[in-house]
């Protein structure tokens, strides 16, 4: 499967971005609706965020992205604001989980020479990252089949209900 969108960065913040960043706690209590609370995503470091995000649009950033809570508010809000994967250095481990769990692709790669609006192409299978803008590829960590599997059912939850249980 390729994956194609624009590079979402935030340079003033490149690194260490939590949970809350990623949605406040101001809304994650307080808003159900998963389609309202992508309105609110990334607010806390770019107010207009959601407005700039076109469809199939990629976050990258560099280390430890979503870090602090392990609530799944934080990747669902990405989900639903049509971003097709977030590429960054590493993750947080419980946050990388809950990505694959909703469906959303964790992609770990180097993002040292990606900048805002760079043109992307995410091939999973090939294992590879190709920044179109600058006309570079970067090579991809390997996704677990597992992973994979959960990703093409959707997420966990979709998984189980296609299998009936937990099948790979």
């Known amino acids: ?7 979402r960065t ?27 609370l992508a309105t609110h995503v990334m607010e806390d470091l770019d107010p207009n965020f959601f407005k700039r995000v076109e469809k199939g649009d990629f976050i990258v950033a560099g ?14 809000a990405i989900k639903y604001a049509n971003i097709s994967a977030v590429i960054a250095n590493s993750f947080a481990r419980i946050f990388y989980r809950n990505c694959f769990n909703l469906g959303l692709p964790a992609i770990e790669a180097d993002t040292s020479g990606i ?5 992307l192409e995410l091939d999973m ?26 990703l093409a059912d959707g ?14």
């Open 10 to 36: 935030f340079p003033n913040h490149p690194n260490d971005i939590n949970t809350d960043y990623i949605i406040s706690g101001r809304y994650k209590f307080k808003i159900q609706d998963p389609n309202e």
């Open 115 to 119: 900048e805002e609006g760079d043109e």
């Open 125 to 150: 299978d090939a294992g590879i990252l190709k920044n179109k803008t600058k006309n570079k590829e970067i090579k991809i960590a390997p996704v677990p089949k597992t992973m994979q599997t959960l």
């Open 63 to 76: 280390n430890n992205f979503g870090c602090g809570s392990s609530r799944e508010q934080a990747p669902m």
């Open 1 to 7: 499967m390729i994956q194609k969108g624009k590079a």
């Open 155 to 168: 997420g966990l939850v979709e998984h189980f209900k296609k299998h009936d249980g937990f099948k790979v």
